[in-house]
């Protein structure tokens, strides 16, 4: 796999894979000596605190779609053309050691896709998306942490993907079995499923008309996910998290629903005490005898710095934020618009929640 690079203003990139098959992707930032010192520095914080337990990373790589920006569009065609596909072809499944360095290939297909690897609770599994190269679908396969004993779980002329393994020891994901398209686009919808450990006994969770995402379970139980939510509301602004029962049952919102402006995506749990300024949230949950968050009547989350996370003693949750308009923002105000969002909304004093701060009037 190899990657060129446009260093002019506004320039992208491209990743080739398999002889020139790629897709644009946002320029990064020159490789220089102070970035590479910086990135170390910031690793070893992590080794040294929330990552001290942790071995490897297992991340997956894959070409992304080129002529298509929105976060949804990246599996099944289009409507208006079904030779026009929303993924593109080249892909490996990597599991990463930390302290050495050492990079280990799991899986590779130049014309296939890899995609939202899990790791089970107990560290010997990854759970993915799989679409061989020269079928058209995604589904879930399962492996070992070597690599070893590979095998598929569900079947059949669907796509699933982002999928998080249950306490209950089910799968949960998100599916275009509903048979859906976009109501403002030409590409597919998915929405909440689930199966069980085999990828037996699919059912649907949701009957969202458009796109659920990236499902993760609380620490009470209940699946937290991303929902679109298009019942009698503008088109392309309101994207927030919801939560919901195991069984799909007591769906209400979670945070962020009376707020357009804001996609909410990839929300997990992190680990108390560690944040990132703007993108991370605090439940206002004591914790349990566990030493985990109980859960709470109020479904709101507090946005905190890192000074003020690092005080609370409440449980914390990350998520990326994306622009009105479906295309992420290449200006690193993430935070900012997290910010923006507490100020307008008359919140920002849940910004800090160990002193007072100055009216908003006032500043």
């Not at 994901?173 to 998915?190: D, E, G, I, P």
Request: net charge negative; hydrophobic share 35%; proline share 7%.
């Amino acid at each position: 796999m190899g990657a060129t690079f446009d260093r002019s203003p506004g320039g992208g990139a491209r990743i080739e894979l398999d002889g020139g098959r790629g897709a644009a992707l946002a320029a990064p930032p020159p490789d220089t000596s102070a970035a590479r010192a910086d990135a170390s520095t910031l690793l070893a914080k992590f080794l040294d605190g929330p990552l001290r337990d942790v071995e490897s990373v297992v991340f997956a790589a894959r070409a992304l779609n080129p002529t298509d920006g929105h976060w949804y569009a990246n599996f099944g065609y289009y409507s208006h053309d079904p030779d026009r596909k929303a993924y593109a072809e080249g892909t490996k499944l990597y599991r990463l050691n930390l302290r050495t360095r050492a990079l280990t290939t799991l899986l590779a297909d130049t014309t296939g896709g890899v995609r939202d690897p899990q790791v089970s609770y107990d560290g010997r599994k990854i759970l993915f998306s799989y679409r061989p190269g020269g079928t058209e679908h995604y589904h879930l396969y399962e492996m070992n942490a070597d690599g070893s004993g590979m095998h598929q779980l569900t079947s059949g002329n669907f796509d699933d993907i982002e999928a998080a393994y249950l306490p209950d020891g089910g799968i949960v994901f998100v599916s275009s079995r509903c048979k859906r398209w976009v109501n403002c686009w030409l590409t597919q919808v998915a929405v909440l499923h689930r199966c069980d450990a085999d990828g037996s006994n699919i059912r649907a969770l949701s009957s969202n008309n458009e796109h659920d995402n990236t499902p993760w379970p609380l620490t009470d139980g209940r699946i937290l996910y991303t929902r679109w939510e298009y019942v009698d509301r503008g088109q392309v602004h309101f994207h927030h998290l919801w939560a919901a029962n195991p069984d799909g049952t007591s769906q209400m919102t979670w945070f962020g629903n009376l707020h357009p402006g804001i996609t909410m995506i990839d929300a997990k749990p992190s680990t108390p005490g560690w944040a990132l300024p703007g993108t991370c949230w605090s439940s206002p949950t004591a914790p349990s005898e566990s030493g985990m968050p109980s859960r709470t009547a109020f479904p709101g989350l507090a946005a905190g710095s890192i000074s003020t996370m690092a005080m609370s003693t409440c449980g914390q949750y990350q998520c990326r934020f994306k622009r009105t308009g479906q295309f992420w923002s290449r200006d690193g105000d993430e935070a900012l618009m997290c910010l923006e969002t507490f100020w307008r909304n008359g919140r920002w004093h849940d910004l800090f929640p160990h002193s007072m701060p100055p009216s908003p009037a006032n500043n």
